[in-house]
């Protein structure tokens, strides 16, 4: 039996689709399918895949292009594995991380998707998602909580209930199919570098970026009816400010605003599933972010730092020393005249 099948649509993966190839055959763990989903792809990506002669490759083509969606459905529908573990084109997975992953699975069986940790490729950035099932929960409310290209599912659950990627969530298909799946079972990342992710202008999730946002804000609002919320025009307005739109830092006021939101927006979810402790931490890194990068523009922050409860929350008195001393600085420098 094989115990994991690996699925990883192709289209123009040229590029970079030897190293992604290599990356999975060469995996410590070995009890493994590889299922490949040509997308009709116009390149010589097919000739690539055909260069191995690995009896794990399992290769599908599709001889018109159907796009992502199509592609992953196509390919789970052919997946053997007790678990399928994506992948895609242009990463290269840790050669450790199949084996990694399924020892988790195996112990964990109330868990049906497991995500892990990413570093992105030329660049000292990491890409950490929270580990724990309470803690992913209150992360979906904002956003995404896995690396898509890390993830591993438990196929049983699929199966069971016909759970597939929808068209429905097209360009962010990805988290539209973690909210589904929150009905069904417990969710969890690895504290463990599973992935090295790249980042270029030609990749999916760039191509479609602003058709991804507003699906974003869609699949957002699935998730709050599901807990019977419904946010106001101008919470949904400071909603979309702090998750993807361009935040004007000069605007005191916003900025105000935007603090206001996230120290009462917990309250909403009193007596529903999501723990208030989680989300209470989401949403003061969420302020800590706001107030950084308005500090990096030059402004000044403590004041509007300090105005709000969420800067009492587990009293980080780093952050408090840190925007004090920022502008004791400036006013020593500006003598007296700057930002507020």
């Known amino acids: 039996m094989v115990e994991i099948s690996v699925l990883m649509p192709v ?13 999975i055959l060469y995996q410590t763990f070995t009890n493994f399918e590889f299922v490949i989903i040509n997308d009709a792809s ?3 990506s097919e000739q690539i ?13 599709h001889e018109q292009n159907k796009g992502l969606v199509s592609a992953l459905n196509s390919g789970l529908a052919i997946c053997k594995g007790k678990y399928i573990a994506r992948m895609d084109q242009d990463d290269i997975a840790d050669l450790k991380r199949l084996q990694l ?12 998707l497991l995500g892990g940790n990413a570093e992105i490729i030329n660049s000292k950035r990491a890409l950490v998602y929270p580990i724990s099932d309470k803690a992913i929960r209150a992360q979906l409310i904002f956003n995404t909580a896995f ?5 591993m599912l438990r196929k049983s659950i699929l199966d069971k209930f016909n759970l597939r990627y929808s068209e429905d969530y097209k360009h962010a298909e990805d988290y539209g199919f973690w909210i589904e799946l929150t009905s069904y079972g417990k969710m969890a990342n690895l504290n463990e570098t599973c992935l090295y992710y790249r980042r270029h202008e030609g990749q999916y999730t760039a191509v479609f970026k602003q058709e991804m946002f507003q699906m974003v804000k869609r699949i957002r609002t699935t998730y709050l009816s ?12 400071l909603m979309e400010i702090i998750t993807g739109t361009k935040v004007d830092y000069s605007d ?35 302020w800590r972010r706001i107030c ?22 587990n009293f980080d008195i780093k952050a408090h020393l840190y925007y004090l001393k920022y502008d004791i600085f400036k006013r020593k420098k500006s003598n007296n005249n700057f930002l507020f």
Do not use: C, W
Request: charged share 30%.
């Open 42 to 44: 116009p390149d010589n």
């Open 49 to 61: 895949i055909h260069s191995y002669n690995d009896p794990r490759i399992v290769y599908k083509k």
């Open 226 to 237: 599901k807990y019977n919320i419904v946010l106001s025009t101008d919470d949904m307005r």
């Open 292 to 313: 950084d990068d308005r500090q990096k523009l030059g402004f000044s922050v403590y004041k509007i730092f300090i105005i709000n409860p969420l800067a009492f929350y």
């Open 252 to 286: 005191n006021t916003l900025i105000t605003e935007i603090g206001d939101f996230l120290n009462r927006f917990s309250t909403y979810f009193e007596g529903t599933e999501i723990d208030q402790v989680e989300l209470k931490k989401i949403t003061y890194k969420l």
């Open 11 to 23: 289209y123009r993966g040229e590029l970079h689709l030897k190293d992604a190839i290599d990356s």
């Open 101 to 112: 992953q399924y020892n988790f699975m195996e112990k964990n069986p109330e868990n049906i």
């Open 147 to 151: 690396v898509h290209p890390t993830v």
